[in-house]
Nanobody, 116 residues
């Protein structure tokens, strides 16, 4: 079955960095659109970064451009999110998402907490 396992979350001070990873299995990773979302308490889940199967032209919301970088390794079925210059408002549960055809799958999430 489809599995997405996130790791790399934790507690970091403002200005610090974290690298999240998502290991995928159970589907054709190299053909899938991969994304990172986050959900803060009391807020809707929002898109953080997205990368096409080929890895060309990743997408970021304007507010996150320059601080977050998404990458993928199709050989290892892994998608990563490098987060720099973290701010307290980046505190959230971060989720990995795989989309292919009409299907969409989520990981269990990893908590990122940024202290001021």
């Amino acid at each position: 079955q489809v599995q997405l396992v996130e790791s790399g979350g934790g507690l970091v001070q403002a200005g610090g960095s974290l690298r999240l990873s998502c290991i995928a299995s159970g589907f054709t990773f190299s053909s899938s659109l991969m994304s990172w979302y986050r959900e803060a308490p009391g807020q809707e889940r929002e898109l953080v970064a997205q990368i096409t199967p080929s890895g060309v032209s990743p997408y970021y919301p304007h507010s996150l451009e320059g601080r977050f970088t998404i990458s993928r390794d199709n050989g290892k079925a892994t998608v990563n999110l490098q987060m720099n210059s973290l701010k307290p408002e980046d505190t959230a549960v971060y989720y990995c998402n795989a989309a292919f055809g009409i299907s969409s799958y989520w990981g269990q999430g990893t908590q990122v907490t940024v202290s001021s």
